[in-house]
């Protein structure tokens, strides 16, 4: 026994969602897992975790790096975030800039939750992430994000704020060791292949916001700056002004959800928990949506994407590659340019959030993006059509006591058509989103065993005209599909085994184009992952994750594409590639600034 130690799990519940007595197999989901590995690990070293993604394409000069903060994150539960000061590099030997990247570098020892966190420059959202969880030997990992599209905010001095709730005590023992630096990469010195697509930062011609507003909370707070959404009636909203010369407005939207729906994807009806007695199972069935208003109009909706954070389902599935998205959180492009004569009269107005079927809780925030014309202190505008169809919601249900299928099936659009007239010209943008969703959830062994299968549809379109009659487009095809098996099978003895699989897929087909000419790119990111537990009073006496991982990017020039795979923290096989298979003109990220002149820093 002592020399072969098993593997200890830790079982521990969060909050007492519910009393011990009617411990209902559904709630197992939501238990929180921390795993503790033997003491022979100790001279092992860290475990490298990562999220596969493709490599950001960075030019080729040298980047000028700031080290912005340094902190060990471990009484931060509940309080303030951790502030630095920003300013602007002024030591380095170019002040041309044609990229910025964000790099979050963090270690970890010993036993730790899942945190997640958030990190802000002056209110505006950069980073929006979930630690990984630690071993007894250590684990590091980093984030990489092209944080370019905040270059305006990056020219002055800001203050960065980072929230990191993290606790300390004999059984969590995992302090985060975290840096976090900004690398700024000097546009190449010919105008060969990079600038010559991408310009540089300084000319004036760039795309990124000339202002971003922060639609986040004001400090001074306790936590972190996002608003925090409690039930589906909670709508929280932030005031804010406008310059009058704006000709262009994104929102960027940020979202996660935690406790009662962090799995909402697998919440039964309320019909089902009341017929079965389950008071203490989170309910409100498994659809969400975050609805965005701008003065009480419904401007867009977020689907959000199914991330499982690391310590989601099986924490063994997710080591050392994590969940996707997970360290690095989608953020969500709302064109709210069709408004904008709503709200060029120098007024204030309200950015609002509500989640439609809400459970506790819900952390959003967004940055509003403007572009200025330089030329003119007054630009007018006009909204001429906006179409906001309620929710078409259809749940077929059929059940018996604990065991039954549900099939659930939601659609919206929204659609909005407004002119600006600004020195490009009087230009008229079109934004239309088309959303639909399906789950069928099969319950089963007495409710022990639960399916689910769900799709999200999420599609963008938007159009502009301009003066000329020359429509551009850009159009990004989102599916999101996710399959989730789990099954708790009794073993008597106060032992049960836990077994999970998981399909999670993030699939996006964009298009640009502008008259004849076109762009294209295509990303499938799929994930297969399966894993069991034995699990004796509270205590899991051993377990196994295995994942498998294939992502392939298609941008024109540039291509990426991995096949790899994890057991028990092991590598198994790691294939990369990054030729494409055919000849292409121009790459995505490069082209779009061509055929998209009024600011690409969208979708
Ligand atoms: C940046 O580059 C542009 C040309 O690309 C040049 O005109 C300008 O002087 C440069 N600015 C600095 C600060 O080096
Ligand atoms: C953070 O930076 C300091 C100073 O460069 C270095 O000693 C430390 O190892 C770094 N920590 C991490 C987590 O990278
Ligand atoms: C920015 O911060 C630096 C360092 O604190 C300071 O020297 C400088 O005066 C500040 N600049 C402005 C414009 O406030
Ligand atoms: C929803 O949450 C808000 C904010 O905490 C609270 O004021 C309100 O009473 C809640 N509504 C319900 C129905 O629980
Ligand atoms: C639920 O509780 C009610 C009242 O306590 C009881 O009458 C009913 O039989 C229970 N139903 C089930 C399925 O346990
Ligand atoms: C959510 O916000 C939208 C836009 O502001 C509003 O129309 C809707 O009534 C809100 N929903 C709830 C349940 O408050
Ligand atoms: C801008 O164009 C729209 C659509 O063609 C037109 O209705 C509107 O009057 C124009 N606005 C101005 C100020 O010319
Ligand atoms: C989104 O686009 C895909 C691909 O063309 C299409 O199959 C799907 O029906 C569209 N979904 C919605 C909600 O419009
Ligand atoms: C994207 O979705 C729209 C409908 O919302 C559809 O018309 C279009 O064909 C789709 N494009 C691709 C590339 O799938
Ligand atoms: C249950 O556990 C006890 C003590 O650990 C052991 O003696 C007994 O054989 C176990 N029974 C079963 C069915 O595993
Ligand atoms: C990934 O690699 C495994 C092992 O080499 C192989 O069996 C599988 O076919 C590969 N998948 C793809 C999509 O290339
Ligand atoms: C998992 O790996 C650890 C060490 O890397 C080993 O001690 C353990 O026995 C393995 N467990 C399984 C189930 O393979």
Request: net charge neutral; glycine share 6%.
């Amino acid at each position: 026994m002592a020399s072969v130690l098993p593997l200890l799990l830790f079982f521990l519940l969060l909050q007492p969602l519910f009393s011990t007595a009617n411990v209902h197999k559904l709630n197992q989901l939501r238990s929180e897992l921390i795993i503790s590995q033997p003491t022979s690990l100790n001279d092992t070293p860290p475990t490298l975790y990562f999220e596969v993604t493709k490599p950001i394409p960075v030019p080729k000069t040298k980047p000028c790096s700031q080290l912005i903060l340094q902190h060990d994150f471990a009484y931060t539960y509940g309080k303030a975030p951790v502030f630095a000061n920003y300013t602007p590099p002024s030591n380095c030997p170019s002040q041309n800039f044609s990229m910025v990247v964000l790099e979050w570098k963090a270690t970890s020892k010993g036993r730790q939750f899942d945190r997640i966190f958030g990190v802000w420059l002056s209110g505006v959202e950069l980073l929006r992430s979930c630690t990984a969880e630690p071993r007894t030997n250590g684990i590091v990992w980093s984030v990489e994000k092209d944080i370019t599209r905040y270059y305006s905010l990056l020219q002055k001095n800001q203050t960065l704020a980072v929230y990191l709730g993290n606790l300390i005590d004999k059984t969590y023992t995992g302090i985060y060791h975290v840096n976090i630096s900004f690398h700024f990469y000097p546009a190449e010195a010919s105008l060969s292949s990079y600038e010559q697509h991408f310009g540089n930062l300084a000319s004036g011609y760039h795309s990124w916001a000339d202002l971003i507003l922060p639609i986040s909370r004001n400090l001074p707070l306790n936590d972190g700056l996002w608003f925090e959404i409690e039930n589906s009636t909670d709508t929280v909203l932030k005031e804010f002004e406008i310059p009058q010369n704006a000709y262009r407005a994104v929102l960027e939207v940020y979202v996660s959800f935690h406790e009662n729906d962090e799995f909402w994807y697998s919440n039964p009806t309320n019909e089902y928990i009341a017929a079965n007695n389950l008071s203490g199972t989170p309910g409100n069935g498994p659809f969400r949506e975050v609805v965005v208003g701008l003065d009480g109009v419904v401007v867009g909706a977020v689907w959000p994407y199914t991330v499982i954070y690391t310590g989601g389902v099986n924490p063994l599935l997710w080591r050392p590659i994590t969940g996707i998205g997970s360290f690095d959180l989608p953020s969500y492009d709302i064109e709210i340019t069709p408004f904008l004569g709503n709200i060029l009269d120098g007024k204030s107005h309200k950015i609002g959030f509500n989640v439609t079927n809400a459970l506790n809780v819900w952390y959003i925030d967004a940055n509003l993006h403007i572009w200025l014309d330089k030329q003119s202190i007054r630009t007018e505008g006009q909204l001429v059509k906006h179409t906001s169809l309620p929710l078409v919601v259809s749940l077929v249900s059929d059940f018996k006591g604990l065991d039954g299928t549900f099939l659930t099936k939601v659609s919206r659009s929204v659609s909005s058509v407004g002119w600006v007239k600004s020195s490009n010209g009087n230009i008229t943008t079109q934004s239309i989103q088309d959303f639909s969703y399906s789950n069928t959830m099969v319950m089963g062994n007495d409710g022990d065993m639960q399916k689910v299968n769900q799709n999200i549809h999420f599609n963008d379109t938007i159009h502009i005209n301009t003066p000329t009659s020359y429509v551009h487009s850009l159009i990004s095809n989102k599916t999101f599909p996710l399959y989730l098996y789990t099954d708790f099978l009794e073993q008597g003895n106060k032992t049960y085994l836990s077994v999970a699989n998981v399909d999670l897929g993030f699939i996006e087909k964009k298009t640009a184009s502008a008259g004849s000419s076109l762009l294209k790119s295509s990303l499938r990111n799929l994930q297969n992952a399966d894993g069991n537990m034995v699990v004796k009073n509270n205590l899991v006496v051993s377990g196994v994750g295995n994942t498998q991982q294939v992502y392939r990017y298609h941008g024109g020039k540039f291509c990426y594409f991995r096949n790899v795979s994890s057991s028990n923290y092991t590598i198994l096989y790691d294939e990369v590639e990054n030729t494409c298979d055919k000849k292409a003109k121009s790459s995505w990220d490069f082209g779009l600034r061509r055929l998209w002149p009024f600011g690409t820093g969208i979708i």
